[in-house]
């Protein structure tokens, strides 16, 4: 075709394009779409014509009738009007996932703070004397309960609960840490950036690979607020290295008066060693050696909602809760009450292992997650095995979010290789379906990891896996 045929042929099709008008005429008298609001109906309308006009100006000719149009309207408008944020499965098998709003929530919890986010609650209320209260002192007591710590206070995060600590006691003053320990987590958190973010002067003290007790003794000098132990969440440094132990450090501040506080990081709460895992430095732990003040995260290992949960001696902890900072960073009245329900599974360390998806999926034994993917193809519905290869797989599944980095679990799960569709098509596809699945593509297959699949997730999967294959 020539230039001229080309144009041609582009009016032709632009010319099938319906009216804004007509297509929300169209649209309003479906009963897929006609309960949207006609403003929305008409917005969506001219993205999706834009975008069509855009299509066909840089050569797309597949556009036949006038119908085909309004039936791709439709697509597009029902997926616009989908609410962005919504239930994805996690076939990747890393299970603390950043990108997946890393630990979700018991279903219990979730039922409870649907009850709860639809009244009013006793927030910053206190019940007994009806005066105004602290939304820090409804999880503040359960935290030194199970941790053993004098005081705490929570915040959105644990970024926001090192940079309170670091502003509230070290503003303007030195803070020692070992090179060893200068991390970056993912999502752009750095400890030298959030230092210089406090105001806090860092002060490095070691190599990279060995930190001894007499470098940090030679770094305290006047100016000297802080000892800092950052936890080395996602990597290790293996081989010719050494640490100072936490609780040589915490003699070290104490012999000088300087507190110690370690970020912890993960907020690990129960002993993992007893799951065969490899042991994370516990919070309890910390504490009972000595440390003045840690912080760690609400949904990494501990399971709960995004927080950062301060614990340690009392005059550090008020002190930072009179920062005007903290008002802030302060935590919301939904994560508050989902943390006060995590917490309080952590009461029976059974109760906690059983019912927080984050630690049962740690636990879960490898035949356990092998019998449940078995049972996932077995139980497969012959439309779904006749369209698509469904293999049962080993695989290696991961903490994820920075915890356990060198943890191997070995996991199980299925490899797909769909017959009429490439498995990378497979991916986008589960990608958009109503209820998304997310896996890990490699070489010719897409595979899921049935350690991240909740047992209750194994219906959607077989529903998302059947409209990604256009199953009926
Ligand atoms: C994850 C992590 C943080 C950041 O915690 P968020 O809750 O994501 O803000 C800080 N320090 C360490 C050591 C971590 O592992």
Wanted: hydrophobic share 45%; aromatic share 4%.
């Amino acid at each position: 075709m020539n230039h001229t045929e080309t144009k041609a042929g582009e009016q032709g099709l632009l010319r099938l394009l319906p009216s804004v008008r007509l297509c929300l005429q169209f649209l309003a008298g479906s009963p897929d779409t006609g309960a949207i609001p006609p403003a929305r109906l008409a917005h969506a309308s001219r993205l999706f014509l834009d975008g069509l006009r855009e299509q066909v100006q840089a050569g797309r000719t597949d556009i036949l009738s006038r119908e085909q149009v309004l039936s791709e309207l439709q697509v597009f408008v029902r997926t616009y009007h989908r609410p962005s944020l919504r239930r994805v499965i996690n076939g990747t098998g890393v299970i603390i996932h950043t990108n997946m709003g890393r630990s979700p929530l018991a279903p219990a919890i979730a039922e409870e703070l649907a009850r709860l986010a639809a009244g009013y609650a006793n927030l910053e209320l206190d019940l007994e004397t009806g005066r105004r209260g602290l939304r820090y002192s409804h999880v503040a007591g359960i935290l030194q309960e199970i941790t053993g710590a004098e005081a705490a206070l929570v915040v959105n995060n644990n970024a926001a609960a090192v940079l309170l600590a670091l502003d509230t006691l070290a503003r303007n003053r030195e803070v020692v840490v070992s090179r060893g320990q200068l991390v970056e987590i993912g999502g752009s958190f750095r400890i030298p950036d959030v230092m210089a973010k406090s105001g806090a002067r860092l002060v490095e003290v070691g190599t990279t690979n060995r930190t001894h007790a007499a470098d940090y003794e030679a770094a305290i000098g006047p100016d000297t607020a802080l000892l800092l132990k950052v936890h080395t969440s996602n990597y290790r440094i293996l081989g010719f290295t050494s640490e100072v132990p936490l609780p040589d450090l915490v003699a070290l501040g104490h012999k000088h008066g300087i507190p110690v506080l370690e970020d912890l990081g993960s907020g690990c709460l129960v002993d993992l060693s007893r799951l065969g895992l490899q042991p994370e430095p516990s919070v309890q732990e910390a504490l009972a050696a000595g440390l003045d003040l840690a912080c760690f995260s609400g949904d990494k290992l501990l399971g709960g909602p995004q927080a950062g949960i301060l614990v340690g001696r009392v005059a550090l902890i008020e002190q930072i809760r009179r920062n005007p900072l903290t008002r802030a960073l302060r935590i919301d009245k939904l994560t508050l009450a989902a943390l006060e329900a995590v917490l309080r599974l952590y009461l029976d360390e059974q109760s906690a292992l059983a019912e927080i998806p984050t630690l049962r999926m740690l636990a879960e034994p490898e035949a356990s997650v092998r019998k449940r993917a078995q049972h996932f193809l077995d139980a497969a519905p012959a439309a779904l095995s006749a369209a698509c290869q469904l293999e049962l797989c080993a695989m290696q599944a991961q903490a994820g979010g920075g915890s356990l980095p060198a943890q191997h679990l070995p996991s199980w799960g299925l490899a797909l290789r769909p017959k009429s569709m490439s498995a990378q098509e497979l991916e986008l596809r589960l990608r958009r379906t109503p209820v998304p699945v997310i896996g890990r593509m490699e070489h010719d297959a897409l595979y899921l990891d049935m350690r991240t699949i909740a047992q209750e997730e194994e219906p959607l999967l077989a529903h998302s896996l059947q409209h990604a294959l256009a199953l009926p």
